[in-house]
């Protein structure tokens, strides 16, 4: 259903997503900035059904693009307008004023919704806490309590970024919470006091067994409604923490079981993706007693070396070091391993908390049609802000609805039985052709370069460059597809038997 109008989010990608938008202020029906965040974030069509009946645009001077930080960069009004010609005229429902389908439950415990900030630093204070539940997050996985003295580096962030700027993948060699045990504790009481009906997650790692019981147990005591145990962080300066145990499936349930003794709410254990498979570590934790799992952590990575001082990015005073890879570059593997941990037998009943890489309503959707029964969000946080949560929030409800869906809880592992972890189980006697639509073409040639250095030499071009196709050499990859810049290529009604 991705942007099914023509509504692409190449035609905002010049938009900053302002905290004060000029645009927004500009205009006198108070309209583009949440208009342009719908398109960019793939929730145009929600976005197109709460429009005002009557389109303001039309006539409109356009005071919203002159005053835009980048004026003459955005079309503004065109969006606008397509809005209403285009998105609007095919919508089979109106927006739902009923979110109920978005409650579920974590373990037993209600949420209002599945979203979750992930455990972090968007999720490392009260204030910070306090204003994402206010924006309308279920809850947070505070970032992970420790009795260690945390001391972190100095730039401790990278990235790799999009032709736009947006940050694709994103790197981090930050630790854990500088706070005190007792200071989270306090902020624990404070934030349960104020936000009861938010769902609490901490966060905990231990250096032995007697402390992943002691923090369990003070978690809650303080108000914690369920604990997460960090067997996954990448970035620990000490030896045989974090990851180092998420890769040794009898440490795993060791401290699992450690962390059980100290407390009777739910435990989930949060899995490392630097292993070849999560099903050694995740049957580990259920033997332990883990009520549940969570994935993924951070991948550890380098995000490029910089040519000119030959220092490894980030730099902390000529000197770098492996970090956590995350964003929406890790999504592919984190669906890889959700996949893997729903479909083993030996850990069905246990919920799921999927993270890595969502940034968007249908991001999320992916990871609960895998087996997430809730998600958790931190890379897209850190680069738009908690305000991401309406359209989390009214993209996934308007689907259900739009699907006939009654609660979110209907959704958990539909797909998960579409994927194989081999591709022995193929059919593969058939060939689904490409289909060019010549109207939208503009006869670049992409496609015809694509198939011939990388594919299978099956398009030739006609006299105005228009592609053809010879059946006879093409094999269904789908790669013209992929590269063509305007969406001109889609598929045949029908697959044909191989000669």
């Not at 709410?265 to 993706?273: E, G, M, Q, S």
């Not at 011939?452 to 790669?479: E, F, M, N, Y």
């Amino acid at each position: 259903m991705k942007f099914e109008n023509k509504i692409y989010r190449s035609e905002a990608v010049n938009c900053v997503l302002c905290a004060d938008a000029r645009c927004e202020q500009a205009c006198p029906a108070k309209l583009p900035a949440n208009v342009i965040r719908g398109i960019w974030f793939d929730n145009s069509r929600c976005t197109a059904a709460k429009l005002p009946e009557t389109a303001p645009c039309a006539e409109c001077p356009a005071q919203c693009e002159k005053a835009c930080v980048r004026s003459g960069k955005v079309p503004i009004r065109s969006l606008m307008i397509r809005m209403y010609d285009e998105v609007r005229p095919a919508l089979t429902i109106s927006a739902p004023s009923d979110s109920s389908r978005l409650n579920t439950d974590f373990c037993g415990i209600p949420l209002e919704n599945p979203f979750l900030l992930s455990s972090s630093v968007v999720a490392s204070t009260y204030d910070m806490c306090a204003r994402a539940f206010e924006a309308g997050w279920a809850g947070a996985a505070f970032k992970t309590i420790c009795s260690m003295d945390i001391h972190e580096a100095s730039p401790r962030f990278s990235a790799i970024k999009g032709i736009s700027g947006e940050i694709t993948g994103f790197k981090n060699i930050e630790q854990l919470s500088d706070h005190s045990v007792a200071e989270n504790m306090a902020i624990f009481r404070k934030l349960k006091q104020n936000y009861p009906t938010k769902f609490i997650l901490a966060s905990i790692m231990g250096k032995d067994e007697a402390e992943w019981e002691e923090l369990a147990g003070l978690c809650e005591e303080n108000g914690a409604d369920a604990v997460e145990l960090n067997f996954s962080c990448p970035n620990m300066a000490e030896g045989g923490l974090g990851s180092d145990i998420g890769q040794v499936p009898e440490l795993v349930e060791r401290f699992t079981r450690a962390a059980k003794r100290g407390c009777k709410i739910p435990v989930l254990a949060k899995l490392t993706p630097n292993v070849a498979s999560m099903i050694p570590a995740g049957e580990a934790a259920k033997r332990g007693g883990a009520d549940g799992l969570a994935a993924i952590n951070t991948i550890k990575s380098i995000t490029g070396v910089n040519p000119h001082t030959l220092v490894a990015a980030p730099a902390v005073r000529g000197r770098s070091a492996l970090g956590g890879y995350s964003g929406n570059a890790v999504k592919p593997i984190a669906l890889r391993f959700i996949a893997e941990l729903a479909s083993d037998s030996k850990l069905v009943g246990m919920h799921i908390s999927g993270m890595g890489g969502i940034e968007t309503w249908q991001d999320a959707l992916e990871f609960i049609l895998l087996g997430s029964g809730s998600v958790q969000v931190t890379t897209a946080v850190m680069q738009y802000g908690y305000r991401i949560i309406d359209d989390l929030t009214s993209g996934l409800n308007y689907y259900l609805a739009e699907k006939g869906y009654n609660s979110v809880r209907e959704l958990v592992g539909l797909a998960a039985d579409t994927v194989s972890a081999s591709t022995d189980v193929l059919e593969r006697d058939t060939v689904l052709f490409p289909k060019f639509d010549h109207t939208k073409c503009i006869s670049c040639g992409r496609c015809f370069i694509s198939c011939s250095d990388g594919g299978h030499s099956a398009i030739t071009r006609d006299g105005d460059g228009k592609p053809k196709l010879d059946g006879s050499k093409c094999v269904g990859c789908h790669l013209c597809l992929l590269v063509c810049p305007e969406k001109a290529i889609g598929t045949a009604k029908k697959r044909i038997t191989r000669r």
